[in-house]
Nanobody, 125 residues
Framework: QVQLVESGGGSVQSGGSLRLSCVAS???????MGWFRQAPGKEREGVAT???????SYADSVKGRFTISQDNAKNTLYLQMNSLKPEDTAMYYC????????????????????WGQGTQVTVSS
């Protein structure tokens, strides 16, 4: 069982930046990690993903503004968010995949098995 803990959310004005972090309890079997978000009244959607080879992919809505990265020595996933817009307002969730049978989400060609508890991002105009 992998535990994921997000941090770094907050309130910013349009055009501002935030950096989200996600610490994983164990990454031994993890082959992909990603960020998802869910705005009020909307379905959860994939934002960015990175695999164990460092390959990344992004939702069209965040390309050029968000950057996903990982520090394997610290078991930590990051999401650098620049040029934030009000439509980026959502609860942001970290996810990880280890080829487990219980799939909780799919994005970017990967399947995820674990969620974090989420961190709120609010962007005001």
């Amino acid at each position: 069982q992998v535990q994921l803990v997000e941090s770094g959310g907050g309130s910013v004005q349009s055009g501002g930046s935030l950096r989200l972090s996600c610490v994983a309890s164990d990454t031994y079997d993890i082959y992909c990690m990603g960020w998802f978000r869910q705005a009020p009244g909307k379905e959860r959607e994939g934002v960015a993903t990175i695999d164990s080879d460092g390959y990344t992919s992004y939702a069209d809505s965040v390309k050029g503004r968000f950057t996903i990265s990982q520090d394997n020595a610290k078991n930590t996933l990051y999401l650098q968010m620049n040029s934030l817009k009000p439509e980026d307002t959502a609860m942001y969730y970290c996810a990880a995949g280890d080829y487990g049978s219980k799939v909780v989400a799919s994005f970017g060609g990967y399947e995820y098995n674990y969620w974090g508890q989420g961190t709120q991002v609010t962007v005001s105009s």
